[in-house]
């Protein structure tokens, strides 16, 4: 490691400690000519998720992409932005978990979809329209049903 004030790449370890939730290691370093000390940080090096698309082109995840999405979907719904980033967080740590690399982006949509139903029932009708390019009215009354099988109906008290 070089010491930022003087170049020299002599120095000494003087502290270690755990950073960034332990995904990191904080050192305090003193430099051997010059006697100043600085802090460095090791982080292991991530391996970039890659997606492959129905056309067989492959991209590095953009979790962003999702995000956009779904923002799209819930537009006028009572989602707030810090569910759909949760969402999204969700999502990518599902397709870090996932078996097969290159992750096939049909498994994204899948897993969006899953959480959308949760989270949302009007965006998730929304999402999935354009997800699996509904072309008539029976696509949207299929999905509705599988929509509703999974979550009955809610009942409305009339008082």
Known sequence: MRCPYCDNEEDKVVDSRTADEGRA???????LACARRFTTFER?????????KRNDVEEAFDRSK???????????????LAAIESLAED???ALRAFPK????????????????????????????????????LNDFERELG???KKSP??????R
């Open 25 to 31: 290691i904080r050192r305090r370093r003193e430099c």
């Open 44 to 52: 292991q090096e991530e391996t970039p998720l890659l997606i492959i």
């Open 66 to 80: 999702i995000v956009d999405g779904v923002i799209a979907a819930a537009k006028n719904r009572p989602v707030t």
């Open 91 to 93: 999502v990518e740590d």
């Open 101 to 136: 690399r290159p992750v096939p982006s049909a498994e994204i949509g899948r897993e969006v979809l899953e959480r959308l139903a949760v989270l949302d029932e009007v965006a998730y009708l929304r999402f999935a329209s354009v997800y699996k390019d509904f072309q008539e």
């Open 146 to 148: 599988i929509l509703l």
């Open 153 to 158: 109906p809610k009942k409305v008290d009339d």
